[in-house]
């Protein structure tokens, strides 16, 4: 009880601090030129201060280091906090001088390389599939950490496109999977729910600041940092991954992933660089498709919400009823990305199926053209 209470207190001040903290580095940045200038692919019409991670990143790094000292080993919390310091660096350095991608993946790769050969057994190291067994991934384990780690974090980066996306995104991405792991994982693994619900508070302070409309942005700052955490702290379950247990945080992050995923096979069906921009992304194809700003804000909080049912689902279903919702999802997931054009106009492959199998007369038709074409 006694513990209950304090905990809470503590996290009360987290969000106390980063409410302080975000309208005074806010002031700062923008003088330092961590602007966010208006464009065609911009929806701020006037300069915008950025970098809003800084004050998440310090009020996190101040909270664990120093209000949640008996509760989280140092030697546990000083890697992530050096690997997340690099992350910021890199983010802030491109909300001021935009640096290339390249320069950005490189700082991003150093972080990763940190999480994998200095912190605490943060790593993807095998998996186990059912009729199969357990499958150790060898050599291939530091690649595969250094990917995912890489993967989810420009997700998260990718959807940071509306007031209060990314930053509500996170918080219930991170509230999933510091409830999963508060109830999944060992008691001497405690230290690792606390962290995330820390990280959870901080964004918390900072959320009223960023939410439509917006008076400080994220930058690349803040998305890559919320990015970059919630790839770590994911990893924390997939010690001994099952396909479950590596599924289960990909579902938590079902938007951004989708969205991710989406943007690389359009732009690759394209011709286009990966790297490369465009307006195509989910929240562009909401606000294209008559949602207000704070509309498609709030449906995507909704999607953001279901995904992670989903995957809480998974925590409590039998192997075939988990092998069975995922097939279902999967299906979903393909028709809600046709039914809005993700990926594109016309690259409807199950809608088209689905009339062709139950439509006759559209059906004949098609076989008209095919013949015409033969």
Same mark, same amino acid.
């Given at each position: ?6 905990? /809470? ?22 003088? @330092? ?29 101040? %909270? ?15 890697? /992530? *906090? ?6 910021? *660096? ?35 190291? %095998? ?11 060898? /050599? ?97 379950? @997939? ?35 990966? %790297? ?11 606000? %294209? ?10 449906? /995507? ?12 689902? *998974? ?37 088209? @199926? ?21």
């Amino acid at each position: 009880m006694t513990f209950t209470y304090q905990f /809470i207190v503590k996290l009360f001040i987290t969000v106390i601090i980063c409410i302080v903290l975000t309208p005074i580095l806010k002031l700062i940045t923008f003088r @330092l030129g961590a602007v966010d200038m208006p464009n065609e692919r911009r929806i701020n019409k006037e300069p915008m201060p950025t970098a809003g991670g800084i004050p998440i990143f310090i009020t996190f790094a101040f %909270s664990t280091w120093f209000l949640f000292r008996e509760n989280i080993p140092k030697s546990y919390l000083w890697p /992530i *906090l050096l690997a997340a310091g690099i992350v910021v *660096l890199t983010g802030f350095i491109d909300d001021v001088k935009e640096i290339s991608p390249k320069m950005k993946l490189l700082g991003l790769t150093i972080a990763a390389l940190i999480i994998y050969y200095v912190a605490d057994d943060i790593r993807l190291d %095998s998996i186990s599939i059912f009729f199969i067994g357990k499958i150790h991934f060898g /050599i291939f384990s530091m690649p595969l950490t250094v990917l995912w780690i890489l993967g989810l974090t420009n997700a998260i980066n990718l959807i940071d496109g509306l007031d209060g996306l990314a930053s509500g995104v996170s918080i219930i991405a991170l509230s999933t999977i510091g409830i999963i792991g508060f109830f999944f994982l060992h008691v001497s693994s405690i230290h690792i729910p606390i962290m995330i619900f820390v990280l959870v508070a901080a964004i918390l302070g900072f959320f009223p600041y960023n939410y439509h409309p917006a008076k400080i942005y994220l930058g690349d700052t803040g998305a890559l940092f919320l990015g970059f955490m919630i790839s770590v702290v994911s990893l924390q379950g @997939l010690k001994n991954a099952t396909i479950i247990t590596l599924i289960t945080p990909l579902f938590i992050l079902g938007v951004p992933i989708t969205d991710t995923l989406s943007a690389i096979i359009r732009r690759l069906l394209n011709k286009k660089p990966i %790297s490369s921009a465009d307006k195509m992304h989910l929240h562009h194809r909401l606000i %294209s498709l008559g949602f207000s700003h704070k509309g498609a804000v709030l449906t /995507i909080y909704c999607l953001a919400l279901v995904f992670s049912f989903i995957a809480l689902l *998974l925590n409590y279903t039998s192997f075939w009823g988990s092998v069975l919702l995922i097939i279902a999802v999967g299906l979903g997931i393909e028709l809600f990305i046709e039914l809005i054009e993700l990926v594109g106009p016309k690259r409807q492959p199950v809608m088209y @199926l689905f009339k062709l199998l139950g439509n006759k007369s559209f059906r004949d038709d098609q076989l008209k053209k095919y013949k015409i074409k033969k």
